[in-house]
């Protein structure tokens, strides 16, 4: 295999060749994607190795896998550390990325929602049914997330709230607990966390799951190497036709 190595106004031929780098994110996320990786023949590391190695270059020096957190793999991909990576679509929803989604893998399926804390008598008992109710006149709606575009963007329309939106870095559901905030917007997947801290869904924002994107110019220069990956990741999925990641 060759290298490309692009010089202004040709593209000269080197025997060293980079490996096709994927980033990959920590977490939930990771496992169904090294399934994922390996279902197609790729000879993917287990989670125990990269728990130790955060860059790991399989033996052939074809792939090197980069394990960064979610939020951040958009960025490896953007700025050409990686030629393709997997993260969530609400981290490409969030961020404002010059990447390209290139298919819903069809796994790590989960929901954004608007959440409050469950009516006084509890969510099952027949009590008022929660909702984020009708602020009186000047009264502000403090909104924690971890995804202040996303609860910006999804409240900009309502002329009926006034909405401060709150960052948080994670825990969100702490901050309707303890007066930081009168709702949340965030990540509802099996619901166990927002149960546990007494917390309702009353608004679905839109639905997530794992996205395959893909460096532009590596989309180009590197099209050789991703296609066989691309196209047996996709074979049982729909392509999202070069469509912007937001
Ligand atoms: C996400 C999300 C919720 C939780 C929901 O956090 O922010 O806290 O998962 O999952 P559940 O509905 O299955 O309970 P994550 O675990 O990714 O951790 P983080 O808060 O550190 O981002």
Redesign the pocket.
């Known amino acids: 295999m060759e290298s490309e190595i692009v010089d202004e106004s040709c593209v000269i031929r080197s025997r060293q060749v980079a490996p096709l780098g994927i980033a990959l994110p920590k977490?939930?996320l990771l496992q169904p994607s090294l399934d994922a990786l390996r279902g197609i023949g790729l000879n993917c590391p287990d989670t125990d190795e990269l728990d130790r190695r955060l860059v790991y270059e399989t033996a052939d020096g074809r792939v090197r896998f980069v394990i960064a957190r979610p939020a951040d793999v958009p960025a490896y991909v953007e700025h050409g550390a990686a030629d393709l990576g997997i993260t969530g679509k609400d981290v490409l929803v969030e961020g404002d990325w010059n990447v390209c989604e290139l298919l819903d893998l069809g796994f790590g399926k989960?929901r954004m929602a608007v959440a409050v804390p469950a009516p006084a008598d509890g969510p099952d008992c027949g009590a008022a049914t929660p909702s984020l109710g009708s602020p009186r006149l000047g009264q502000t709606l403090r909104v924690a997330t971890?995804f202040p575009g996303i609860a910006r963007r999804y409240f900009a329309p309502r002329r009926d709230l006034c909405v401060q939106i709150i960052r948080l870095?994670?825990?969100?559901?702490i901050a309707p607990i303890v007066g930081l905030a009168d709702a949340i917007v965030?990540?509802?997947?099996?619901?166990?966390?927002?149960a546990?801290n007494g917390l309702v869904v009353v608004e679905q924002i839109m639905q997530v799951s794992a996205r395959l994107i893909a460096n532009r110019a590596s989309l180009q220069l590197r099209s050789a190497a991703i296609f066989p990956v691309t196209s047996a990741l996709g074979e049982h999925r729909s392509p999202l036709c070069d469509a912007m990641a937001h």
Do not use: Y
């Open positions: 977490g939930r989960c971890k870095s994670g825990a969100v559901e965030d990540i509802v997947d099996t619901g166990r966390t927002l546990d």
